[in-house]
């Protein structure tokens, strides 16, 4: 009887010892079966003039209306996801098409406010407009839970935006100069079409086919992605959408050339009634060559061994 | 005064320690089977880039040499050596040229900054495609400055310009000072390890990583190899 205790006794001891030591080895072996872990709602918040957005209260609005397409763990897997073009954004990754800050950095609150507000034209974002202005707040904290950038960085500062100036003939000149010299054609194609040389090649950041936007088409409530507004113009090409090939130039042209840069875009836009339009029709629609008047369009070049200066603005 | 006599002594100090203790790995990197037949890029939509190659150039996915060697392979020290969180102040550039990049892999350390030249007559979009560090893409037309950036965070970064979607790149960012990119024939070279038990890595673009544990016991140079296995595809 002592004896079978005893084995007993080591039987169990040994049981234990096995179970205590090894779960952790087992475990990695095993697939994952079962459903992914629950959100953990961060308290990320947003701040938007007056207004404050707790992540916690747009729990219930993120799930019925914007999980469908960009997954209940923010990722872009949504069960709609697959049927889109382009895909929803992937919150996970924090990369922001559009912003007012520079390419590389988070987007302000007011920025996704808008953006949520606005939708994205030419993709299925609609406009949600129907949401109350707390309801946006909320929902710009809750995006924040999906990636740790949220915790660690600040928003980017947003560009500063000078008082634009007259629509002239001689803007829309010297805008049209831009437009070849930093060679927007070789995607936009000459005439804004979006069908540059290019053109066909161009994939998002995730290697999906995406095209140039295509200043033609539309009518006289035509919009871009990012907004609608000459001010919104100016920030698609200075800060860049990030996520695709269009690049940031806030580096490379100088805040007064981008305003006439942004009166030559609006008149690619053919069946738009515009002042831009306008001043183009009273000069018999033809843009004049520009004549070099300034002495530089570009940021110049900085000295081989100056190492100080460079990349500025 | 005092600073002044003494310096003589510390150098020696320094030269004879580094002599003394300081090893080095280096090797080939080779491939066994048949690598990927790499394609002549067509330039012809960029004529100003066209022109600068007497015969058109071939992708550079992958470059080997005589006796199977392969280039482009970033070989570095990735544990045995703590990372002294020195970044090298050296200056290093990324040049565009005849819509190439030169290097076509350019190794960094973390936050060490390096420049972005546009050696061309065409505008170029350079944009890194980074799963860890930040996304960013800018524009740069010629006679523009260089642009200034680093990483904060060690990754293999695929760079590419999206006006001419034959450019194809890499940035090596990485946590270590012990790196070199095997080049002339798959050649690389890691000097000045001091004594110690290293993991050695190479990296390829298209054919993955591979390790191997070096000793090093003292003033010595040891040889290391790395073999790929090349794939047609």
Sequence with gaps: MRFISAILFIAILGFVVVAGFTPRAFAQDEPVVGPKPPVVVKPMESHIGNLTGHAAAAKSDYRRYCAGCHGDYGDANGENAVWLDPKPRDFTIATFKCRSTLTGTLPTDEDLFNTIGRGLDNSNMPIWNTFSKQQRADLVAYIKIFSPRWEHEKAGTPITIPAEPAVTIESISHGQALFAKLECWKCHGTHGEGDGPSASTLTDSKDNPIRPYNFSAGGNDSRFKCGSTNQDIYKIFMTGVDGTPMPSFADVIQPNDAWDLVHFLRTLQVHRHGKENEVLAAAHGVIPPYVEKKTSDLAPAAPADNKSTGGGQ | ?233
């Design chain 2, 1 to 233: 005064m005092r600073t002044k006599q003494m310096l003589p002594a510390l150098l020696t100090l320094l030269v004879c320690s580094s002599l003394m203790f300081a090893g080095t790995v280096s090797g080939k990197v080779t491939y066994t089977g048949t690598p990927a037949h790499q394609k002549p890029i067509d330039m012809s939509k960029e004529p100003t880039c066209a022109k600068q190659h007497a015969t058109p150039i071939v992708t550079e996915t992958v470059v080997t040499g005589a006796n199977n060697a392969l280039d482009n392979v970033v070989v570095y020290v990735s544990s045995g050596a703590p990372d002294d969180g020195q970044v090298p102040t050296q200056a290093i550039t990324y040049t565009q040229k005849g819509c190439q990049y030169i290097p076509h892999v350019l190794a960094m350390h973390v936050d060490q900054e390096f420049d972005i030249v546009n050696d061309d007559q065409t505008s170029h979009n350079i944009h890194p495609l980074p799963k860890v560090n930040i996304e960013w893409n800018k524009s740069q037309p010629p006679g523009t400055a260089p642009i200034k950036e680093k990483y904060d965070k060690p990754e293999f970064i695929e760079v590419k310009c999206n006006i001419h979607p034959w450019m194809h790149g890499y940035f090596a960012v990485l946590k270590t000072s012990h790196y070199d990119v095997s080049k002339d024939g798959g050649d690389f070279k890691l000097p000045n390890l001091p004594p110690g038990k290293y993991t050695i890595t190479a990296w390829h673009e298209k054919y993955g990583t591979q390790t191997a544990d070096v000793t090093i016991t003292g003033n010595e140079t040891k040889e290391q190899n790395f073999t790929f296995k090349a794939t047609p595809y």
